[in-house]
């Protein structure tokens, strides 16, 4: 499955990819935001991690800049189950951070959640990721008033994590205008 956005190419990983995922996967600053057991550290680990069959109904992305010399990873998202419910979960490399990749590749998994079925996704930011917060709000996600402890190897142990939630049979996202600010219906 691959997704086409105005200045991204959505896509499964695939083996040439390995040095660019290893040396994103590497940095400090990723790690404590990804709440993740371990991202792959190794090229063994790593191509593991590439070759585990997906469902189809959870897919997982990695996201290329699509420019004149080639892509460039820029990060990953995904779906994947969580207690019950579809989460949606994403990284952007710390060079590309502030740039709104984030916000275009999650509308456009928001869009194929929908159409692939699911009716809601849940989404979880350490309380602390305050960029987060802005980009599951500008795609349509609410604060649900719920923290749990979330576990971060990059942070060496569990840290506190909110909950957001998307009701996907109402409008993708709220109408922003070019400024961010929410436009009234």
Do not use: C
Request: aromatic letters at 10%; hydrophobic letters at 40%; zero cysteines.
């Amino acid at each position: 499955m691959f997704i086409r956005t105005e200045r991204l190419f959505l896509r499964p990983g695939w083996p040439e990819d390995l040095d660019d995922l290893l040396e994103a996967y590497r940095d400090e600053t990723l790690q404590r935001q990804v709440a993740m057991a371990q991202l792959p550290s190794t090229r063994d680990a790593l191509r593991e991690y590439l070759d585990r069959p997906r469902d189809l109904l959870m897919p997982h992305f990695f996201m290329y800049l699509r420019g004149a010399r080639g892509a460039k990873l820029v990060g990953g998202i995904g779906l994947g189950p969580y207690r019950g419910e579809v989460e949606v979960g994403y990284w952007i490399a710390t060079a590309y951070r502030g740039r709104g990749y984030a916000l275009e590749a999650l509308r456009a998994v928001v869009d194929q959640a929908r159409a692939l079925g699911h009716r809601r996704l849940v989404a979880k930011h350490f309380v602390d990721n305050h960029a987060s917060v802005r980009v599951l709000e500008a795609a349509g996600f609410s604060d649900s008033g719920s923290e749990r402890m979330r576990y971060s190897a990059g942070r060496g142990g569990e840290a506190l994590a909110r909950l957001y939630v998307a009701d996907l049979e109402r409008r993708a996202w709220p109408r922003v205008d070019s400024s961010g600010e929410k436009l009234s219906a």
